[in-house]
């Protein structure tokens, strides 16, 4: 059971936008800044977008994050094959001090 | 480009140790906090424990507290998890990863695992 909520698939076709949520409490997301990683089949995660809604160097702005109150959600326009990957939100909690992780969510371009 | 590379898993009997390692190269770790992340198969993230640059500070995930220890030596460039008295559910892929010391939360460079299989 992960402290934030994601669902744990989602899909989309070619040139399509999909949004992914993530749900926590006021001890993480509420509070804190959010994260997203990108997981490609059989590699390590990769940073995709830190502080709620930047992107690092490198990331195309077809990826887009936001957030409100204790919910963010991660936006993904003209979707591409290669965006079929996990999906995973974290964010920093004060009562475990550590960051907190979604369960993921496996996206699938159909 | 910033590289880690964990080293140290295997298959190990339940009780038993093993010790990880990564090594960091290509920018200044001391200054850099550094986290442990383990993958089991087929599931989520989970985050194990956390470093500070200096090594000053370390929390621990509730599941690992009083069985694993993160340590580092800067001198070395490298970040350790002892793993002592392991469980089946301890079989994971061991990722290190790499935080801004502005924001503890960002991990923005992980290595590339090393899995860990707890098994008699």
């Known amino acids: 059971q992960s402290v934030l909520t994601q669902p744990p698939s989602a899909s989309g076709t070619p040139g399509q936008r999909v949004t992914i949520s993530c749900s926590g409490s006021?001890?993480?997301?509420?509070?804190?800044?959010v994260n997203w990683y990108q997981q490609l089949p059989g590699t390590a995660p990769k940073l995709l977008i830190y502080?709620?809604?930047q992107r690092p160097s490198g990331v195309p702005d077809r990826f887009s994050g936001s957030k409100s109150g204790t919910s963010a959600s991660l936006a993904i326009s003209g979707l591409q094959s290669e965006d079929e990957a996990d999906y995973y939100c974290a964010a920093w909690d004060d009562s475990l001090n550590g960051p907190v992780f979604g369960g993921g969510t496996k996206l699938t371009v159909l | 480009q910033v590289q880690l590379v964990e080293s140290g898993g295997g298959v190990v009997h339940p009780e038993r140790s093993l010790r990880l390692s990564c090594a960091a190269s290509r920018f200044t770790f001391s200054n850099f906090p550094m986290h442990w992340v383990r993958q089991a198969p087929g599931k989520g993230l989970e985050w194990v424990a956390i470093?500070?640059?200096?090594?000053?500070?370390?929390y621990y995930a509730d599941s690992v507290k009083g069985r694993f220890t993160i340590s580092r030596d800067n001198s070395k460039n490298t970040l350790y998890l002892q793993m002592n008295s392991l469980r089946a559910e301890d079989t994971a892929v061991y990722y290190c990863a790499r935080s801004p010391s502005s924001s503890w939360s960002r991990l923005d460079y992980w290595g590339q695992g090393t899995l860990v299989t707890v098994s008699s």
């Open positions: 006021s001890s993480n997301i509420g509070s804190k800044a």
């Open positions: 502080n709620n809604n």
């Open positions: 470093m500070s640059s200096d090594g000053s500070n370390k």
